[in-house]
């Protein structure tokens, strides 16, 4: 893309795209079309839809594992307001402005024009114009990249050493709640701007479909029995964790379960609790503290399952 053409460009109403789109397809169809990915997230899905129909940038807030980043794709890639259907980002906390809006190389620019490809090489808040924008685990961004997020936000425009860029885009971030390690809080005026909705574990039933699901995907080939007893007690450990301060990630639980039974399996035998515990215990991210207090919740767990 030429700068010159860049600055020539025109807005796109995003909000209207996401309701023409969101009125052809049917939100039923983009549910389901989730239900593919992720189950027990229907009401999320409309939260952020309804959002984004009225162009209001949408923030999916959770602890780690519940799919955020795979339910923003998901959505995304469903409305598919481009070809491709969103630009996404990572976000971590070196970034600076310029990753976000891309920079103007002067020496290229001295000796081949402003309009030669590697003059300007855009970023993302330039290239997802037209389109649907992830950026995933957006509260890692430092204030400085944030400042650059903001003002693309609010003006719809994006500013590269004096050049303005128009920018139009159907904004979904992820990020994890302010207490966790590592993350920046949103500046007021930023936060002020989204529209936060609240990530969280299935309820029982679902979520104890969703292990057996994810474990058996896992598991691929290996036909192994994943014992119905040890789903059980898994997904009652889960909520007792929680309760006890200790969110666990669907993704872990998942793999630990399909880690017990593949690790029975090649015993030639039928996964049982001490496996689920060993699997638990390598398989849930944390400190030997935490893990020594999570096994125990998880003994509990399987004495009263
Ligand atoms: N409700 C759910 N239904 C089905 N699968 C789920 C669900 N929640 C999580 N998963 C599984 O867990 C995996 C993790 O999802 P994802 O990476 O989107 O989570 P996240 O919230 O973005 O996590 P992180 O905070 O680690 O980035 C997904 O690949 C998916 O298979
Ligand atoms: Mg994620």
New binding site residues.
């Given amino acids: 893309m030429k700068l010159s053409e860049l600055l020539q460009r025109e807005p796109v109403n995003i909000p209207r795209l996401v309701r023409e789109r969101v009125r052809k397809l049917g939100v039923e169809e983009i549910v389901r079309a989730v239900n593919k990915?992720?189950?027990?997230?229907d009401d999320v899905v409309l939260d952020t839809l309804s959002g984004l129909m009225i162009g209001r940038p949408v923030a999916l807030v959770?602890t780690?594992?519940?799919?955020?980043?795979?339910?923003a794709k998901v959505i995304a890639e469903t409305l598919a307001l481009s070809d491709p259907p969103y630009v996404m980002v990572a976000c971590h906390s070196h970034m600076t402005a310029v990753d976000l809006t891309g920079d103007i190389d002067i020496a290229v620019a001295l000796q081949t024009g402003l309009d030669h490809p590697l003059a300007y090489i855009p970023g993302p808040l330039v290239t997802a114009h037209g389109s649907a924008l992830i950026l995933d685990?957006i509260n890692r961004l430092n204030p400085y990249a944030q400042a650059a997020l903001l003002q693309a936000i609010q003006e719809h425009y994006v500013y590269v050493r004096g050049f303005r860029i128009r920018t139009d885009f159907a904004l979904i971030a992820?990020a994890?709640p302010s207490e966790y390690e590592g993350v920046y809080e949103l500046s007021e005026a930023l936060a002020d701007r989204f529209k936060f909705v609240e990530?969280k574990l299935?309820d029982r039933e679902i979520l104890r479909s969703?292990l057996i699901w994810?474990a058996k995907e896992y598991l691929g080939d290996l036909e192994a029995e994943i014992p119905p007893r040890l789903v059980d007690m898994l997904v009652k450990f889960t909520y007792e964790a929680e309760r006890a301060g200790y969110p666990q990630?669907?993704?872990s639980l998942?793999y630990a379960l399909a880690d017990a039974v593949a690790r029975a399996w090649s015993q030639h035998r039928s996964a049982g609790v001490r496996d689920l515990k060993l699997a638990l215990a390598a398989n849930l991210p944390h400190t030997s503290e935490v893990k020594n207090v999570l096994v125990n919740l998880f003994e509990k767990a399987a004495v009263s399952a």
């Avoid at 990915?37 to 997230?41: E, H, I, Q, T, V």
């Fill in positions: 990915a992720l189950r027990g997230l959770g780690v594992g519940l799919g955020k980043s795979t339910l685990e992820t994890n990530v299935p969703v994810k990630s669907v993704r998942s």
